[in-house]
């Protein structure tokens, strides 16, 4: 029982990362220097999600799920014709990051539900415990 | 059901049947938390073949016992319980706790063909928690008969 806990426990933080991901995507979507100062825009990151595998030891039961961040390297970047701009280029475009906000929100929103989804699953879980100790008596 | 049910003698039963409820659990949580892997496929455990098994252990406790009236006198004698106990389990092999992957038709709402759907999974988990508290009540109901059975004999 206390495993399924650690399951939903495991999706919450995969939602959690995936909507920290997205805020920073949201947050830096007009950067256009990197960390280390370089004119460089800001790649958008993503989350993956894996399930994690099973081991032989237990028999089949329900499976965590691990997540993690990576950089989209397939989105293009877009070019924004900015003249004035400090980090335009001699054509006089700016390269701004490969983030588009409409996707993030709307990642943002599955994320959001997705996380209520594991939260209420904990929820019954805890249910069926308490039900399991009020045999003590 | 509910009378059968509540004969003494079937605790073992309804044991099987928490112990069911709170494996399904886990599988349905893993299956919630993986709503958004790609190509995860939702397990289950075999619901089915959990029901046949408990209604054939079932009859086979009604056969056993010839007055289910009188569960006190099957309870204390040592020598008719523990030979039905070891049948009964018998019934439950560990297979029927072990997650499978049911076959489903593929989707075409998402593109990996998974046909996940949150609602039908937080819908069965809702069941599955009714149900195990079904059990657990029926079984701390027959705890409470015989908790006030040996009280009264005091």
Known sequence: MFRTLDISASGLMAQRLRMDTIA????????????EGKVAP?????????????????????????????????????????????????DGNVTLPNVNTITEFVNAIEAGRSYEANLSTMEITKGMIQGAFKLLG | MLSQALAAGNVNLLKQAARFAENRQEV????????????YKMRDLPVDSFRAALATAMEFERGQRPTSSSPGLTLSNPGSTVQPIQQVSDLFPDQLFEAIDPERQPGITFQDAG???IESQMLGMTKNAVYQNFALELLRLQYDQLSSAISEQA
Not at chain 1, 26 to 35: C, D, F, G, R
């Open chain 1, 42 to 90: 800001f790649q958008r990151r993503l989350v993956t999600f894996q399930a994690q595998q099973e081991s032989s030891s237990q028999p089949a039961g329900g499976l965590a799920v691990e997540a993690q961040v990576d950089l989209d390297t397939q989105t293009p970047f877009r070019k924004v014709h900015q003249p004035g701009h400090p980090h335009a280029d001699a």
């Open chain 1, 24 to 35: 920073g995507n949201i947050a830096q979507s007009n950067t256009t220097v990197n960390e």
């Open chain 2, 115 to 117: 046909n996940r759907s």
């Open chain 2, 28 to 39: 349905l949580a893993g299956n919630i938390a993986n709503i958004d892997t790609p190509g």
